[in-house]
């Protein structure tokens, strides 16, 4: 079975500081990684995506992923946080055959002024 | 910019009503998706859709229903609404390995 971990269900960080939202996957094949935001009492919004390529991927906002393939990762980075960064989180993955998203629990962000 | 639309933000209905949450994508895109969200469980995969009258379950479809009679509408059915279906609701679109969603209904049943 698919399945995506989120092990961290809240995470604060200082205004400034760099942050890291963690992702980890089990899929069956090489599947295409996502991270997505949401504001409260709104949709998701696409930040980035990995489907092939550079291991680094820079998105909206700011943010940033790294793939680890040997340790099945996706985290999210971002050098400086805001808090305007403050919302929940989503990682996300897809198999490069189909078109179903599997998703993580959630992350939520606090930037601390 | 694909803009994908739902009926309403807000619903409060009653144990036991049809309910019918509407979802409207203006890209012409093919694949169309309903997820529930609720707290400390994600996303998680109703029903999707990848055209016209097609359907598949995804990894929750009991207790709701599906259709999609035209390609930019993609509506989900309770049935019979029942309290443990309180709950967001998220609609999004897919095209070229990404999904688009929606700004979401929150339903409660009471």
């Known amino acids: ?113 | 910019d694909v803009k994908v639309t739902q009926s309403s933000r807000y619903l409060v209905k009653r144990t036991g009503e049809k309910v019918f949450l509407e979802c409207v994508q203006d890209m012409d895109h093919e694949n169309m998706f309903w997820y529930r969200q609720d707290p400390g469980l994600g996303l998680r995969l109703i029903y999707f859709s990848y055209d016209v009258k097609m359907k598949e379950k995804g990894d929750i479809p009991e207790g709701y229903s599906v259709s999609r009679e035209k390609k930019e509408r993609f509506s989900l059915i309770l049935e019979s609404a029942s309290t443990n279906q309180t709950s967001m609701y998220l609609c999004a679109s897919h095209y070229m390995s990404r999904q688009y969603f929606g700004p979401g209904t929150r339903l409660t049943v009471t």
Do not use: M
Not at chain 1, 68 to 79: D, E, M
């Open chain 1, 1 to 113: 079975a698919q399945s995506v971990a989120q092990p961290e269900d809240q995470v604060n960080v200082a205004e400034g500081n760099p942050l890291t939202v963690k992702c980890t996957y089990s899929v069956s094949g090489n599947p295409y990684l996502f991270w997505y935001v949401q504001y409260p009492n709104r949709g998701l919004q696409f930040l980035l995506k990995y489907i092939t390529g550079d291991n680094l991927v820079k998105g909206s906002y700011g943010f940033e992923a790294e793939f680890n393939k040997s340790q099945t990762s996706f985290h999210l980075k971002k050098p400086s946080a805001l808090v305007s960064d403050s919302a929940l989180y989503f990682c996300a993955v897809r198999l490069n055959t189909g078109n179903q998203f599997y998703f993580g629990t959630g992350t939520s962000l606090t930037v601390i002024p």
